[in-house]
């Protein structure tokens, strides 16, 4: 919890489509996820949902991160796709969602709509990218959606040991 307080002290109140994109280098690509909630929220949460699904979370990660990369390459090329910013925004509230349901929806089913989600997200970058490297920013960029995500899986890992410490604890006093 500690941390996701840290991550969210640090972001900027705006969404994370800004300006940020003027050096196009490592820093910059870096600093971009961590400059919006909506990052922020949609990453973090990536990560929650990848501890809570299953041991084979990690390949949410990589559906996520895969998608994100390609969709960045083809907003960068001049692809057109609509309704960037509203997959961005809905992203999180499924995100949110799928956390109750992690265990309980085949995680096939949970990459397929993690990926699909996270085209949006790289798609933006791609597009509105202006200038500089664009290799070494999407290569900041996706170290620290990579950080956000490990994060999440912290924060879940957290949560579910505080849990379950509580649980021991009601169980203890019942008895």
């Known amino acids: ?18 300006t940020t994109l003027e050096s196009g280098g490592f820093g910059s690509g870096f600093l971009h996820p961590l400059s919006g909630l909506d990052h922020i929220l949609a990453m ?16 949410l990660l990589m559906a996520f991160m895969g998608a994100m990369m390609a969709a960045a390459i083809f907003g960068f090329m001049g692809v057109e ?8 925004l809905l992203s999180i509230a ?17 990459i397929a709509i993690i990926a ?6 790289g798609f933006a970058h791609g597009a509105e990218f202006q200038g500089g490297n664009f290799v070494t920013y999407m290569a900041g960029f996706s170290s ?19 849990l379950e410490k509580r649980s021991q604890i009601a169980v203890r006093e019942i008895a």
């Open 94 to 110: 499924v995100v949110f969602a799928l956390m109750g349901y992690a265990k309980k929806i085949s995680l096939t089913a949970i």
């Open 81 to 88: 796709m609509v309704f960037v910013e509203e997959g961005i």
């Open 44 to 59: 973090v949460g990536v990560g929650m949902i990848a501890f809570l699904s299953s041991k084979k979370g990690y390949s």
């Open 1 to 18: 919890m500690k941390m996701l307080l840290l991550l969210l002290s640090l972001s900027a109140l705006a969404f994370g489509h800004t």
């Open 116 to 121: 699909f989600f996270g085209m949006f997200h």
């Open 144 to 162: 620290a959606t990579l950080m956000l995500h490990l994060s999440g899986i912290a924060l879940a890992y957290g949560y579910t040991r505080t």
